[in-house]
């Protein structure tokens, strides 16, 4: 989500940078119910028909109640803000396989597909992530590794470093555990490539 598209005047960007975009009403009425009382007991992450949401179920007065809020940028980046972590730690991964996904797309239309396959078949082993690096075993690349491709390890490498401190700082999750998470985050990913990015071709299952 581009803000610079959204916004009109000065107040209007910073206002984005402090609430997120307009028109999120279900992430404006979860924090008005939140102003009123309720507390988050629990997040999980609903993915039916190619539509992801989150579940939230919220406390109000000893009751439970349920709310659903579509996945977006803002709801992400509210849970960070509030450190609002999912019901555990699969669901988490869950979530940063969508997140992940969101930003290799962005990657691969800025690099190309052929350099982000290159990267995640030789660099992902070289960083040494347990489940990733096995994963990525099984990625054919007909592209050498060459000078786009370790330039582009650095925007690799900046978007991991961007979800680890979204794991470490704004959720809490210890060092193993945001390891954990994130390297079975890129596994998964890499297993189920998204096609809009036209990876699914190009993997091979493991023997």
Do not use: C
Not at 61 to 76: D, G, I, W
Not at 171 to 193: M, N, V
Request: proline share 5%; hydrophobic share 45%.
């Amino acid at each position: 989500m581009d803000p610079f598209r959204m916004t009109r005047d000065w107040n209007s960007l910073i206002r984005f940078a402090l609430e997120g975009a307009e028109g999120e009403p279900f992430l404006r009425l979860l924090k008005e119910r939140l102003r009123t009382g309720s507390q988050v007991v629990s997040v999980r992450l609903e993915n039916a028909g190619g539509k992801p949401e989150y579940v939230l179920i919220l406390s109000l007065h000893k009751q439970l109640s349920e709310m659903r809020v579509p996945h977006s940028e803002a709801f992400t980046a509210w849970s960070f803000d509030t450190g609002t972590r999912m019901a555990d730690e699969q669901q988490e991964q869950s979530r940063f396989v969508l997140l992940l996904g969101e930003r290799f797309a962005v990657l691969a239309d800025d690099v190309g597909p052929d350099v982000l396959m290159a990267l995640m078949s030789n660099h992902l082993p070289a960083l040494g992530a347990p489940r990733a690096s096995e994963a990525a075993r099984h990625l054919r690349s007909s592209r050498h590794v060459d000078s786009a491709v370790r330039r582009a390890a650095e925007k690799l490498d900046f978007v991991l470093v961007g979800l680890a401190r979204a794991l470490g700082r704004s959720l809490k999750y210890d060092e193993a555990k945001t390891g954990r998470i994130l390297d079975g985050a890129l596994a998964q990913w890499i297993s189920q490539p998204p096609r809009v990015l036209g990876l699914d071709a190009q993997t091979q299952p493991p023997l």
